[in-house]
C-alpha cells in the first residue's frame, strides 16, 4: 500500500533577509510526496521552488535534482488542477487558508487511499508554551471537519 510524506527540499536561491549572511542559508520549500509501498521508494515528480520558481525533480525524501533553465513544466499540477479533484468546500477551505499545492496534493491523497482520520495543518501558532491552531479532520469521503488544537511543549 501507498503511503504520502510531505518534506522539506532545497533549493539553491536565498530568501532575502538572508543574501548578506556569513554562513549562506538556502531556501527550503514543502513537497508532498507519495512513496510506493512494493518497491519502498519514492514516486518521482516535479515541483517549482515557492521563491524563485526553480524547478526540481524530487527523487527521495528531502533529495531533488534541480532541472536548469526550465522554469515550468507543463505536467505539474497547479492548485487550479484540484478544483475538480476535489469536494468544492474543502477545495474552498484549503484556498482560504492560502495552503500550498503539497497541502492540496496531501488532500486529494487522503481521499484517494481512503485514510480517514489523518489531517491537515491550517493554522500553526506559538505562544509561550504552546502550540496552538487549526487543522482540517477526514471523517469520510464528504466529511471534513475544521478542529482548534493545542499542544504543550515541554522540554525533557
Not at 514543502?30 to 515541483?47: C, L, M, N, R, Y
Amino acid at each position: 500500500m501507498n503511503s504520502g510524506i510531505k518534506h522539506l527540499v532545497q533549493c539553491h536561491c536565498m530568501l532575502p533577509q538572508y543574501r548578506n549572511s556569513d554562513v549562506p542559508v538556502f531556501h527550503q520549500f514543502v513537497v508532498f510526496s507519495i512513496i510506493d509501498g512494493k518497491s519502498d521508494t519514492v514516486v518521482p515528480k516535479f515541483a517549482s521552488c515557492n521563491n524563485c520558481g526553480a524547478v526540481h525533480k524530487v527523487v527521495d525524501i528531502c533529495k531533488t535534482e534541480m532541472l536548469t533553465g526550465r522554469n515550468e513544466v507543463p505536467s505539474q499540477l497547479k492548485i487550479e488542477d484540484f478544483r475538480l479533484s476535489l469536494p468544492t468546500d474543502l477545495y474552498e477551505l484549503l484556498v482560504s487558508y492560502g495552503k500550498e499545492i503539497a497541502d492540496f496534493e496531501h488532500a486529494q491523497f487522503i481521499l484517494e487511499s481512503e485514510d480517514w482520520d489523518k489531517f491537515i495543518i491550517l493554522t500553526r501558532e506559538e505562544i509561550d508554551d504552546m502550540i496552538q491552531g487549526k487543522l482540517v479532520k477526514f471523517l469520510a469521503s464528504d466529511r471534513f471537519r475544521v478542529e482548534s488544537y493545542i499542544l504543550r511543549r515541554t522540554a525533557q
